[in-house]
């Protein structure tokens, strides 16, 4: 079976301008989960989307934004980047199940860097 | 705000040495707690989960932990580790519709 999958894997981009990073969950998963990984830390939440609404949201700016489709692919868009943005972003996809009794499975991620 | 301690960053042991990396979180809440691996060139794979129920819980290639709730803590265990341990670890926390990871801990076993 094929596990979550992203694209692209890495990334080079100048300051101000924007990215799309794409996502495509286990098939049967429902939601899915963007995170945001510094070198040296841990991943940051980001949003989660399920069934293509936004569930959750982590405490970034509005240059980050995301959307979810009907076959419940998955899109990253970041504006106005920066130097600080440049990181690792994972992507986790969930068979959500009611009570969010739900476990993440994640991608391999995409590696940005701003230069 | 919500979040997750990982107290020990780097950690190197031998080969057959016992294993207990601690986690904290500060959430009074329900919490979904989760440890995640990340071998060397791989992605992140789940190590163990707790929902609810037997604080104990069991998880791949022989890892465990315990849930401890009085001390906020979801500390992971192994008896004895193999050099193929050699990864990061990280302790996550799920409080709703928000998850929280720790910043990890490296581990290094020398054959």
């Known amino acids: 079976d094929a596990g979550v999958t992203q694209s692209p894997t890495h990334l080079i981009k100048t300051r101000g301008q924007q990215v799309t990073l794409r996502c495509s969950p286990i098939s049967g998963h429902k939601s899915v989960s963007w995170y945001q990984q510094v070198l040296g830390q841990g991943p940051q939440f980001i949003f989660q989307y399920y069934e293509k609404e936004e569930r959750g949201r982590g405490n970034f700016p509005d240059r980050f934004s995301a959307r979810q489709f009907p076959n419940y692919s998955s899109e990253l868009n970041v504006n106005a980047l920066l130097l600080g943005d440049s990181a690792l972003y994972l992507c986790?996809?969930?068979?959500?199940?009611?009570?969010?009794?739900?476990?993440?499975?994640f991608g391999p991620g995409t590696r940005l860097l701003v230069l | 705000a919500q979040s997750v301690s990982q107290h020990n960053h780097h950690v190197i042991l031998s080969e057959a040495a016992s294993l207990e990396l601690g986690c904290n979180y500060s959430?009074?809440?329900?919490?979904?707690l989760f440890w995640y691996v990340q071998y060397p060139g791989q992605h992140l794979q789940l190590l163990l989960k707790?929902?609810?129920?037997?604080?104990l819980v069991k998880g791949i290639k022989g890892f465990e932990a315990e849930f401890i709730k009085s001390k906020f803590s979801f500390n992971l265990r192994k008896p004895s580790v193999q050099w193929s341990d050699t990864a990061e670890y990280f302790c996550a926390i799920q409080t709703g519709n928000q998850f929280y990871f720790g910043t990890g801990t490296s581990l290094t076993v020398i054959p």
């Open positions: 986790a996809s969930s068979f959500y199940l009611s009570g969010g009794t739900e476990t993440q499975y």
């Open positions: 707790y929902f609810s129920g037997d604080p």
């Open positions: 959430y009074g809440g329900t919490v979904n």
